[in-house]
């Protein structure tokens, strides 16, 4: 399908790719909305520079700017903005301009758009949509989110095994109108629409007219069921360095296709997500309000103020202790603290080789002993560093000596919690970016406080 550039297909300058250009793109919007310029000033900017720059200005500056200019907002436009804006700025389109942005767009961005709207502006675009983009529109959002189905463009080009490389070249430009917008393989069919093998579009254009697409066509990698998560998909193409993959249904059969411009998005996003999750967080997107970030981080800092408490519980045992030397209050921190640094780091390495597939159950005895052995040998160093500052502070060599060990038994239950945490949860079906950190830093803290403070009371009282 072919897309319009914002403001009546404008052509792209192409220079505006550095930081001082983007803060022009902005400064021209800003200049648009003053009144300072007119809409002819601006369309030299590129959809993907204009929305990132239209998603810097506040609500109230992007509604003045679409009611007083709603054709700005361009189909490209729409594709490129992050979801929170869309939804933010649908109700301010009119539905006229919203069905016309939808029958242009590939079926993938349109269905994203889409699910954003409010169910009745929903019903009033996919009504005046022509049938088959309707159906194409309420099918893709049958699926669950996050799943291929949701996400897959479904235009494609496929033929039969036994059409020559003239023939599928002249049918191309026959139905050219038809075409994806973008596309890099030709898959081969049988007459079930069962996909069989692919031809590059680069080695097409080089065959012979007269060569079968069957003596031409290379063996699938991976065929990406409807149902199959966005996650397992985008392994997929990492694995296999794919640029598009066939989707097939339940049955087997052709019914679209993932390109690696989506994947690329997939797995920025996934990354991200794990990344926020690590600290138990979500993304503070442009359009959430304090109260909305106070919502999603209280819980898990709540989550935290319990286990603050148990490693409290456990300080609390040794109370007698402390009060009788002082020295263990200032030295306790450093061990807990540094305990805790080494489980964060195993954590972050074992949840990033799970989400890669790199840590597996054939493999996982091996990175555990690994991290043991490693957390061992990290310990019995930082172990020696405090013992002396322990014996340069205070001139008691017991003290030193209970600060060695325990900094060696808490880094080494940290490493071992660091991996083995977030392989339980992975076992028992939990996501372990979401919750491992939490139980990580309860580990840390009871068995730092608890090696030190016990082992002090044994040999030093």
């Known amino acids: 399908m072919s897309q319009k550039s914002p403001v009546d297909n404008p052509p792209f300058a192409g220079e505006r790719m550095s930081d001082t250009g983007l803060d022009a793109d902005y400064n021209l919007l800003v200049d648009l909305l003053d009144g300072a310029i007119g809409l002819d000033d601006i369309t030299d900017i590129h959809p993907a520079d204009f929305s990132d720059q239209f998603e810097q200005l506040t609500p109230e500056q992007r509604e003045r700017l679409i009611t007083g200019a709603p054709q700005i907002i361009s189909p490209d436009i729409l594709s490129y903005l992050e979801d929170e804006v869309v939804e933010d700025i649908l109700p301010l389109l009119p539905s006229d301009q919203l069905a016309q942005a939808i029958s242009e767009l590939d079926n993938d961005d349109a269905t994203q758009i889409i699910e954003e709207m409010e169910d009745e502006q929903r019903e009033e675009i996919l009504g005046a949509l022509p049938s088959a983009d309707r159906a194409q529109l309420e099918a893709s959002l049958k699926f669950e989110d996050e799943t291929i189905g949701r996400l897959m463009q479904r235009e494609f080009v496929a033929s039969p095994e036994f059409w020559t490389v003239g023939s599928t070249i002249d049918h191309m430009r026959a139905t050219g109108e038809d075409l994806p917008e973008i596309f890099f393989n030709v898959y081969v069919?049988?007459?079930?629409?069962?996909?069989l093998g692919y031809v590059n579009l680069s080695r097409l254009m080089r065959a012979p007219r007269a060569m079968l697409l069957s003596e031409l066509m290379e063996p699938?990698?991976?065929k990406i069921p409807q149902e199959m998560d966005q996650e397992e998909a985008a392994y997929l193409f990492q694995k296999y360095s794919l640029i598009s993959a066939p989707v097939v249904d339940a049955s087997g059969r052709l019914v679209g296709m993932?390109?690696?411009d989506d994947i690329i998005e997939i797995i920025q996003t996934e990354n991200t997500e794990d990344i926020l999750a690590l600290a138990g967080v979500s993304d503070a997107g442009l359009t959430d309000t304090a109260a909305t970030v106070f919502k999603a981080r209280a819980p898990?800092?709540?989550v935290n103020l319990l286990t603050a408490i148990l490693a409290s519980i456990v300080i609390a045992q040794f109370d007698y202790a402390i009060n009788q030397i002082v020295a263990l209050a200032v030295l306790m921190p450093?061990?807990?603290?540094?305990?805790?640094?080494?489980?964060?780091?195993?954590?972050?390495?074992?949840?990033?080789?799970l989400s890669e597939r790199d840590l597996t159950p054939q493999n996982a005895w091996?990175?555990?002993?690994?991290?043991?052995?490693?957390?061992?040998?990290i310990g019995i160093v930082f172990a020696v560093a405090l013992a002396i500052i322990a014996y340069v502070w205070f001139g008691d060599t017991r003290l030193a000596g209970v600060a060695f060990v325990a900094m060696i038994i808490n880094h080494v239950f940290a490493g071992l919690a660091g991996i083995l945490v977030p392989l339980g949860l992975k076992r028992f079906g939990a996501d372990p970016a979401v919750s491992s950190s939490v139980f990580v830093t309860t580990v840390t803290d009871v068995i730092g406080f608890f090696s030190f403070l016990g082992f002090a009371a044994m040999v030093l009282l």
Do not use: H
């Open 366 to 377: 091996r990175a555990v002993r690994r991290e043991a052995v490693a957390a061992l040998l």
């Open 300 to 302: 898990w800092l709540f």
């Open 189 to 195: 069919v049988d007459p079930t629409f069962k996909p």
């Open 258 to 260: 993932m390109t690696v």
């Open 220 to 222: 699938l990698l991976a």
């Open 334 to 353: 450093i061990v807990a603290s540094m305990g805790g640094n080494a489980g964060t780091q195993a954590l972050t390495v074992a949840v990033r080789a």
